[in-house]
Antibody, heavy 120, light 107 residues
Framework: QVQLQESGPGLVKPSQTLSLTCTVS??????????WSWIRQPAGKGLEWIGL???????NYNPSLKSRVTISLDTSKNQFSLKLSSVTAADTAVYYC????????????WGQGTMVTVSS | DIQMTQSPSSLSASVGDRVTITCRAS??????LNWHQQKPGKAPKLLIY???SLQSGVPSRFSGSGSGTDFTLTISSLQPEDFATYYC?????????FGQGTRLEIK
C-alpha cells in the first residue's frame, strides 16, 4: 500500500526558504503511471495547488507562486521536495504532498500533511 | 484560471438524508472533475474522479454526475461518518483549482 509522508521544519522565519520533503513508501516514485504534487491549506481555509513534477523531472507550477517555487525529484531516495523562497506569514499553512494518478487524473493518495508556520 | 464555485457553502442534514452538493466551473471542463472529502485535522480523500467514477473503496452511496460546467455530488443516505467538508477540483487545465468547500454538518 503506497503511503506518502511529509517532513521538514515546522517553523520558518520570514524571508527565508521553506523546504519540505515527501517520502513515498510502498511503491516507486519512478512509475510512469503517476506524477507528484504539492498542495497547501491555510488554517480554516480551502485548498491551493502549488505545483507538480512528472517522473521525467519536468514541472508545472501555480502562476501565483511560480517565481518562488521549486519542486524536485530524488528517485534514489524515492522522495520529492518543495522549496518556497521569500516566505511571509501568508505562506503559513498545512502542506500536503499527493500522488496524481495518470489514469484517473486525480490526487488519489495524500500525505497526512505538515503544518508550517512562518514567524520570527 | 478556472474558477470553481460550490453551493451551498454549508449544509445541515440528518442521518439517512439524501444530500446534493453542486459545483460550477467558470468554463467547460468536460468531465475533468474530482470530489474530495476532508475530515477535521485529516488530509483530503478522493471520492469521485472523472465526474462520475467512484474511487476504489468508497461506499456506493456516493455518486457524481455532470459534464461541461455543472456537476453534482450526491450522498444517497447520510451516515454519521459522512459529516465532513467536500471539495470539488478540476483537472482540465493548470493551475489545478478547487472549489471553496461545502461543510456538511449534523442537524
Amino acid at each position: 500500500q503506497v503511503q506518502l509522508q511529509e517532513s521538514g521544519p515546522g517553523l520558518v522565519k520570514p524571508s527565508q526558504t521553506l523546504s519540505l520533503t515527501c517520502t513515498v513508501s510502498g511503491g516507486s516514485i519512478s512509475s510512469g503511471s503517476y506524477y507528484w504534487s504539492w498542495i497547501r491549506q491555510p488554517a480554516g481555509k480551502g485548498l491551493e495547488w502549488i505545483g507538480l513534477i512528472y517522473t521525467s523531472g519536468s514541472t508545472n507550477y501555480n502562476p501565483s507562486l511560480k517565481s518562488r517555487v521549486t519542486i524536485s525529484l530524488d528517485t534514489s531516495k524515492n522522495q520529492f521536495s518543495l522549496k518556497l523562497s521569500s516566505v511571509t506569514a501568508a505562506d503559513t499553512a498545512v502542506y500536503y504532498c499527493a500522488r496524481v494518478s495518470v489514469l484517473e487524473d486525480a490526487f488519489d493518495i495524500w500525505g497526512q500533511g505538515t503544518m508550517v508556520t512562518v514567524s520570527s | 484560471d478556472i474558477q470553481m464555485t460550490q453551493s451551498p457553502s454549508s449544509l445541515s442534514a440528518s442521518v439517512g438524508d439524501r444530500v446534493t452538493i453542486t459545483c460550477r466551473a467558470s468554463q467547460s471542463i468536460s468531465s475533468y472533475l474530482n470530489w474530495h472529502q476532508q475530515k477535521p485535522g485529516k488530509a483530503p480523500k478522493l471520492l469521485i474522479y472523472g465526474a462520475s467514477s467512484l474511487q476504489s473503496g468508497v461506499p456506493s452511496r456516493f455518486s457524481g454526475s455532470g459534464s461541461g460546467t455543472d456537476f453534482t455530488l450526491t450522498i444517497s443516505s447520510l451516515q454519521p461518518e459522512d459529516f465532513a467538508t467536500y471539495y470539488c477540483q478540476q483537472s482540465y487545465s493548470t493551475p489545478i483549482t478547487f472549489g471553496q468547500g461545502t461543510r456538511l454538518e449534523i442537524k
